[in-house]
């Protein structure tokens, strides 16, 4: 069978990451690659979880901005932080 060229878009330094850790395990990243497309194939799903993380949601983002802007015009209160063991 021969095989087919997947193209895609990525950033150059997640690829170099990608690259590096790939040769760390013995693979290219092409292997990897087809690695996870196989178990996607297989499984038929994303071969691990995908969840959202609730800190980039739309309302915590506008809270943070909020929150943000009330302490620049108040000048809030400062507080030494908790040490944690």
Not at 46 to 51: G, K, L, Q, R, S
Not at 77 to 83: I, K, T, V, Y
């Amino acid at each position: 069978m021969k095989a087919s060229t997947l193209t895609m878009r990525v950033d150059p330094v997640l690829k170099a990451q990608a690259e590096e850790l790939c040769a760390e395990m013995g693979l290219t990243l092409s292997t990897a690659y087809t690695i996870f497309l196989k178990a996607m194939v297989r499984t038929r799903s994303i071969p691990f979880p995908v969840t959202a993380d609730p800190f980039w949601s739309e309302k915590n983002q506008k809270y943070l901005a909020e929150s943000i802007a009330e302490l620049e015009a108040d000048g809030g209160e400062e507080h030494e932080l908790a040490e944690v063991e």
